[in-house]
């Protein structure tokens, strides 16, 4: 058996690797796994194709390169940003608005920036350091009077985007508006509050640039001691620690920008608790009534009075007791006061704030004088209430049972009570044990006890007394039991 030739086929395959590596140093950009050369080797030399000893192998053949990948494509800006327009100005900063572009694409959209540049020139400059997020900006610290031309470009991965220009370049300064006061509705009316509240009115208003606001008096200058005024670029708020009756009149706020102006005005009441009546006094008395009259209080709380309350008291006792309350008139009529007493009368006066902490009181007293009575007393015929007895429910014929108790029933009426009887067969019953016989309050009853064959018949109930009798009937049919 011929000796194979492994050591010379292991020698001359690791020669060629060699030489592959030398002739290709640019390595696939993926190689695929190489075959298994233990396996070859005996295969070629059984088949006697090896090499001799000086000549070179013949290679191996190389992998396939898989295709290259195909580059990403381009990134690309976003649309121009649209709508763009100042929402706002005053004398140093410009606000703008605007929505975002129409197309964004893949890329996505990662900011704004504003650039300005001033009318005339082309030198533009971006104002904000970071990109904006969103869709409104202020541009600050500019100069009153200058004309800015101003722009808003996206950006994202791409670049930059088209830009959105203003139509026209934008000056830089407030923009006036007319004045306008907007009076509460509850203001309009006359505003009412307590001595000693406090009063905190808010007066909005519009205007530009800042109004210049003032108040006033009954067409005077505030009392700043009284009253305090705070001013905002929106409201002016009027405001007084605790009021007091002198604090009461018509208020008017007058608001100015730039020659053009805007009044309002608000009536301030200050009220109180009112005084007492001036005077109260007794003018007339008679039975059991006092005539009164008073005379309308000196001080009514800075308000209208709406009404009086009367009292009375009792000389015995001393305690008022009221009489008539939210009165309107300056006179009243005092009645069913009792004989014998003496009386004194106070009257308060009222107003929406309530009533008066003090009363007019009468200096007189009003008595009460016995008179001499006789008493008759009403002669009244006395009524007749006899009558002759009179059933008003009458007896039902019945059946019963051989075994079984039953009852008759009926109700009378008359007076004097009548007697009653109960009768079998035109018999009277008297007193049998057999039968049970009750009146109560004219309901009368007569009670079978265990009807036997021969308690079936005619029962009557008789009704006399001295002006007459009554009597009804009714049938009793006692049946046998049935055999089953």
């Not at 006792?317 to 009489?323: A, E, I, R």
Request: charged share 30%.
């Amino acid at each position: 058996m011929p000796s194979k030739p492994a050591p010379i086929k292991k020698a001359a395959k690791k020669e060629p690797e060699k030489k592959e590596e030398e002739k290709a140093p640019e390595p696939a950009p993926e190689p695929a796994p190489e075959p298994a050369p233990v396996e070859e080797a005996p295969a070629a030399a059984a088949e006697g194709e090896a090499p001799a000893e000086g000549e070179a192998p013949a290679e191996a053949p190389a992998p396939e390169p898989k295709p290259p990948t195909p580059p990403p494509p381009p990134k690309e800006p976003t649309s121009a940003p649209v709508d763009l327009f100042v929402e706002d100005k005053n004398d140093n900063s410009v606000t703008i608005i605007w929505s975002q572009p129409e197309t964004i694409g893949d890329s996505g959209l990662d900011g704004y920036v504003i650039e300005v540049c001033k009318d005339g020139t082309e030198d533009w400059k971006a104002v904000n350091q970071d990109l904006q997020k969103s869709s409104r900006y202020v541009i600050k610290n500019q100069t009153t009077g200058d004309r800015l031309k101003i722009r808003v470009v996206a950006v994202n991965e791409g670049g930059r985007s088209p830009p959105v220009t203003l139509p026209e370049p934008v000056l830089v300064k407030e923009v006036a508006d007319r004045p306008k006061v907007r009076l509460p509705r509850f203001l309009r009316q006359r505003f009412v509050a307590h001595v000693g509240e406090k009063i905190n009115l808010t007066i909005p208003f519009t205007g530009k640039p800042k109004p210049e606001v003032s108040w006033t008096k009954n067409g005077t200058a505030l009392d700043k001691k009284r009253v305090n005024v705070r001013s905002t670029e929106r409201d002016s708020i009027l405001f007084i620690r605790a009021a007091e009756r002198d604090d009461s009149g018509v208020y008017e706020i007058c608001v100015k920008v730039e020659g053009f102006e805007d009044k309002a005005s608000l009536t301030l009441q200050i009220v109180e608790l009112p005084g007492p009546p001036a005077s109260v006094k007794i003018v007339d008395t008679w039975g059991f009534n006092v005539a009164l009259e008073w005379t309308a209080p000196k001080d009514n709380g800075n308000t209208e009075i709406t009404g009086y309350t009367v009292q009375k008291a009792d000389k015995k006792t001393g305690d008022y007791f009221t009489v008539l309350e939210h009165y309107h008139r300056l006179n009243a009529t005092i009645s069913d006061l009792i004989m014998g007493n003496t009386y004194k009368f106070r009257v308060f006066s009222e107003n929406k704030c309530g009533m008066s902490e003090s009363a007019a009181v009468t200096k007189e007293e009003a008595k009460i004088l016995k008179t001499g009575i006789d008493y008759k007393p009403p002669e009244y015929k006395e009524h007749d209430f006899s009558e002759a007895p009179k059933f008003t429910t009458s007896l039902s014929d019945k059946a019963t049972t051989v075994g079984y108790s039953t009852k008759l029933l009926c109700s009378v009426r008359g007076f004097p009570k009548p007697k009653i009887e109960w009768m079998k067969n035109q018999m009277i019953i008297g007193d049998d044990p057999k039968f049970r016989q009750i009146c109560v309050q004219g309901i009368c009853s007569l009670e079978i006890r265990k009807a036997g064959n021969f308690d079936g018949g005619v029962y009557s109930c008789r009704a006399k007394n001295d002006h007459g009798e009554a009597i009804i009937s009714c049938k009793l049919d006692v049946k046998r039991k049935t055999r089953i």
